[in-house]
């Protein structure tokens, strides 16, 4: 059972810190390449256990966001430069330097751009393949407010995994991403699926992915719905992890979902046929990411 939000946040949200060694080195590179990490911007909660992996999301194109969706930290407004044409090589840097085998490409919205910003993710894929890092690429994108051939721009940069979030259930859409629609949402994923479909054998094969919130005031039976519309649309990996208030001006928590009923969800989510579903209160889309991959390896073989 769910547990209001006017409780105390329940001990199963309670974060355990850990400023390791190899956190401060993965802070202290971000710095040095001058680089948005979307575990900083959105003050994801899994920021100490992932950078202690030496694992990051980088976000691109900029740190301002052209929308203002109700659950997010990242700072909103018109951007005042274009997009830094020197930012997929110093992306690349870091992934080779952090020796990672699998990296997470996110962005702000760019609705300021003809393209949306396509062009940006498919050069940050191609720099990382210059330097012949042997790094999965899986990217995050925006919705690319329908501009023609974004997704097939993305995708013929050949990244692992496509991910692009539903974030949450067509009744709530207006309040919480105000700019977006869940039919365009969910097209974006169809279009991406019936693209990999389309891939004439296992090299250019890649997973569709997406990710939805619980406790913004959805029903389990509306997240449900969701996961059919999902799975429908052909996405074959699903992530579903507990809204967190960011500020006081952000949508309140509705409630605070238990362990016990995202394990359900999860279960549910499997039986429509999904490939791969991670669910939990502290879940986020690239939280251990390297397991939606299509060759998933355990996270000890990643780096060696």
């Not at 999902?230 to 928590?253: F, N």
Request: proline share 7%.
């Amino acid at each position: 059972m769910s547990v209001p939000a006017s409780a105390r946040r329940p001990e199963w949200l309670r974060i355990r810190l850990r400023a390791t060694d190899e956190f401060a080195e993965v802070r202290r590179m971000m710095g040095a390449l001058r680089l948005t990490t979307v575990c900083e911007e959105a003050r994801c909660p899994n920021i100490f256990e992932c950078w202690s992996n030496r694992t990051a999301t980088f976000m691109i194109l900029g740190d301002v966001c052209t929308r203002r969706c109700g659950f997010c930290a990242v700072t909103s407004g018109l951007p005042s430069s274009p997009p830094d044409a020197d930012e997929p090589r110093r992306v690349a840097e870091a992934v080779r330097a952090l020796g990672l085998a699998h990296a997470v490409i996110t962005s702000v919205d760019r609705d300021d751009l003809p393209d949306g910003g396509a062009r940006h993710f498919a050069r940050v894929i191609s720099a990382i393949r210059e330097l012949d890092t042997g790094c999965a690429v899986e990217v995050l994108t925006p919705d690319f407010k329908g501009v023609p051939d974004a997704l097939l721009i993305v995708l013929a940069a050949e990244p692992e995994v496509f991910s692009h979030n539903m974030e949450t259930v067509p009744r709530l859409y207006r309040t919480a991403r105000p700019g977006s629609r869940y039919e365009s949402s969910l097209g974006l994923l169809r279009s991406a699926a019936e693209a990999r479909d389309r891939s004439p054998g296992s090299a250019r094969r890649f997973r569709v992915k997406t990710g939805l919130m619980a406790g913004l005031g959805e029903t389990d039976e509306e997240m449900m719905e969701s996961f059919r519309d999902i799975r429908s649309a052909g996405a074959e990996v699903l992530t579903v992890g507990q809204y967190l208030q960011p500020t006081r001006e952000h949508m309140p928590v509705d409630r605070f979902v238990t362990p016990g009923d995202f394990a359900a969800l999860r279960e549910y989510a499997l039986s429509l046929g999904f490939l791969h579903v991670v669910a939990g209160p502290l879940v986020r889309s690239s939280y251990h990411a390297h397991e939606h991959r299509p060759d998933p390896q355990p996270l000890h073989l990643l780096r060696e």
